[in-house]
């Protein structure tokens, strides 16, 4: 590292907040940009909130601290339980020195939240909010919670240009577009063998396997993907071809019971059987999630809303092909039938033509399969660790000239 002058700059301090120690976008994004951060040689620490857990869903080289949130009933009203979380992180934040670090990095809107008020009694460094998407929230808290994590922040950073525009139309809101990375040296295809093992160990056999990962949630769209499923699986059975589709995934902050409940009604309805027609995984282990892009033959990614997409950038990166949602944000980064095959996400039957049209076309997933890793080799990690750095080297500047 140096400064502008060519001299070395000093390691900057830096906070990465988030909310849960459960593998969703934004914990992901905690860590393998808090990892590059530190690799680069700054001083990185990790908070989240931490409910008897011991650690992360995966091991991490960051020292984190879990904070405590005390008992809270499962059943508790939303509203209350957001109430918890932020009073938790507040109350944590705010036993920390102001200076002990030079930038504060919230991830979500609770960590967020618990930010701007530790910092209203003791002002600290800059504050910096990662929006990965913004939510149509119904709950009161939730609103108020997303707004002030907009508002309240010095500075905003997004990972993509649809969701710079959109925080700028509908908030008025400036913003900074770093996007997302992938591991490349977890995230790669896999030799015939760990194919072959992956598949093995799942008990898969000639099925053709859709697999999708983020769980049973309204923005994920499950249940028209289970409604395509059923009727691409009838029309490939009829052709005497088996189809399986693995779902894998759902630690969430909101309350989907209601969803999940009619996702089981509508199950128990359909033709499929399930745990031989679908199988459900629920959160899985961190080592599985690279068998299951390994085992599958196409990944099944219907939703309805994006920051950005992880997932189907960690699958394009194994080689498995995709299908997708074709949303603004998907369109950024990729291009149809060369990159994933794209569809309306709001049309059961189109997504059902797509994993068809997948299952069918050998060609098709071949040349899909070979795009796949070189696209995702255009997104480090280590880049949008960079890109971190500098700008908040020039936040801090700015702040300095201020002052």
């Known amino acids: 590292m140096s400064s502008g002058d060519g001299t070395p700059a000093a390691p900057l301090r830096i906070a990465l907040l988030t909310y849960s120690v459960k593998p969703r976008g934004g914990v992901v994004h905690t860590l393998a940009l808090g990892e590059q951060l530190q690799a680069l040689g700054h001083e990185v620490h990790a908070f989240a909130l931490g409910k008897g857990q011991q650690g992360f869903y995966r091991p991490t080289s960051l020292p984190f601290s879990l904070i405590p949130f005390g008992e809270l009933a499962d059943d508790a009203p939303l509203d209350a339980r957001i109430q918890r979380y932020i009073e938790a992180y507040d109350a944590f934040l705010g036993n920390l020195p102001p200076e002990r670090f030079d930038v504060y990095h919230a991830q979500d809107c609770i960590s967020a939240n618990g930010v701007w008020r530790a910092r209203a009694q003791r002002p600290t460094p800059i504050f910096v909010r990662t929006v990965h998407h913004i939510d149509d929230f119904s709950s009161p808290a939730l609103i108020k919670c997303q707004n002030d994590s907009l508002y309240r922040p010095n500075h905003r950073i997004v990972v993509s240009r649809v969701w710079q525009q959109r925080l700028r139309d509908e908030f008025g809101l400036g913003s900074e577009v770093i996007y997302n990375g992938v591991d490349l040296g977890r995230f790669r295809p896999p030799t015939p063998a760990e194919r ?154 189109a997504i059902a033509a797509g994993m068809l049209r997948l299952a069918q076309d050998a060609v098709l997933r071949q040349r899909l399969a070979a795009a796949g890793p070189g696209l995702a080799a255009r997104f480090s990690w280590a880049a949008a660790a960079r890109q971190h750095a500098d700008w908040y080297r020039l936040w801090l500047a700015a702040q300095a000239v201020r002052a």
Request: net charge negative; glycine share 8%.
């Open 196 to 349: 072959a093992e992956a598949r093995a160990s799942l008990g898969l056999r000639d099925a053709f396997v859709f697999l999708n990962i983020g769980g049973v949630e309204p923005r994920k769209n499950t249940l028209r993907l289970l409604a395509a499923f059923e009727q691409a699986r009838q029309r490939l059975e009829g052709q005497g071809r088996a189809a399986l589709l693995l779902l894998a995934g759902g630690e969430t902050l909101l309350d989907h019971r209601a969803y999940r409940a009619e996702f089981c009604a509508q199950l128990e309805r359909s033709t499929l059987r399930d745990g031989h027609d679908l199988r459900q995984f629920g959160v899985v282990a961190d080592a599985q999630i690279r068998q299951l892009y390994y085992a599958a033959d196409a990944l099944a990614f219907p939703s309805i809303k994006e920051g950005w997409g992880l997932v189907v950038l960690e699958a394009l990166a194994c080689g498995l092909p995709v299908l997708a949602s074709d949303l603004p944000v998907f369109r950024e980064y990729l291009t149809p039938d060369q990159h994933a095959l794209l569809i309306d996400p709001l049309d059961e039957r």
